[in-house]
């Protein structure tokens, strides 16, 4: 660095400093910004793809700040600030809000970080979901000064799980209404469900049998009482062979030790790899 200045006519001052360390210590710095910047950009580059963010709540003054992911879960310009701590209840169900504002309260007095699913109001009214992990911000003194957050956007995956629940109930229903008996077995041909008209028919509950070896209970003999061989029975061969057996001049035996002659189709049930777990008698 050179500092020149006219001292009197004809003769002029000249100052030298070296300034080396100072020019390595700015490109230095300038490299760190770019990494730092370069990082903060991948960041919101990752949370974008996860739909994750993060928050913070300051204990002392109750201010919470968002990252731009946060505002986006809630249909909220990330321009603007954060609601205050105060306003938060009204982006909360009553149920999730009671949950979220009473685990803020265990986890700044404990400490103890915890993980939540709460439905959300969004600016338009209406809901969704996001999974919270809350940490707790320890200070000087060792006491909890605010509490950090993790948050994802976990909407379509709870809208799944809704879908897949209400199969399962309108699933159920049906078995539940089917006039003909159902009946399914592990590969240990152990009893793993029954369904209402099953177990009118042959008098058991599922709770009876449940676990329970199904040719012991229900093909044990044919219909002159003579004993039924399991390695010859088609049922317990169904997921041994992997083929539908119909069969329909046979009996199944009740609990009260009687029979009654049936119809059935024995057939191999498959997980989603293809697998057989076991097999489903309807008669």
Not at 14 to 32: C, G, Y
Not at 126 to 137: D, L, M, Q, T
Request: with cysteine; glycine share 6%.
């Amino acid at each position: 660095k050179i500092c020149a200045w006219k001292i009197e006519e004809n003769k002029i001052a000249i100052l030298f400093h070296d300034i080396t360390k100072q020019k390595l210590a700015e490109k230095k710095l300038v490299k760190v910004k770019e990494r730092a910047k370069r990082k903060e950009e991948n960041l919101n580059k990752i949370n974008r793809i996860t739909h994750t963010g993060s928050l913070h709540l300051n204990l002392a003054t109750n201010k919470i700040t968002w990252s731009k992911e946060v505002f986006k879960m809630f249909d909220l310009a990330p321009e603007l600030s954060a609601p205050l701590y105060s306003e938060h209840q009204k982006l909360f169900t009553p149920e999730s809000w009671e949950i979220l504002s009473n685990e803020l309260a265990k986890i700044s007095k404990t400490g103890i970080p915890n993980e939540l699913e709460l439905r959300i109001v969004r600016s338009d009214g209406s809901n969704g979901w996001i999974w919270f992990r809350g940490e707790a911000e320890i200070g000087k003194d060792y006491k909890t000064i605010g509490i950090w957050g993790a948050v994802q956007d976990i909407s379509k995956r709870k809208e799944k799980e809704n879908k897949i629940h209400h199969l399962g109930k309108l699933n159920q229903t049906i078995l539940n209404h089917a006039q003909e008996g159902i009946y399914a077995i592990d590969l240990n041909e152990n009893t793993i469900f029954i369904n209402p008209a099953a177990s009118k028919m042959i008098g058991w509950e599922l709770s009876e049998i449940l676990h329970k070896n199904y040719h012991d209970i229900l093909h044990h003999s044919h219909a002159d009482g003579t004993r039924y061989d399991k390695n010859d029975c088609p049922v317990c061969t169904t997921y041994k062979n992997d083929k539908i057996h119909h069969v329909n001049n046979e009996v199944f035996w009740r609990k009260d030790g009687s029979s009654f002659p049936v119809e059935y189709i024995s057939s191999p049930i498959k997980n989603n790899e293809g697998k057989i777990t076991g097999a489903v008698i309807t008669f």
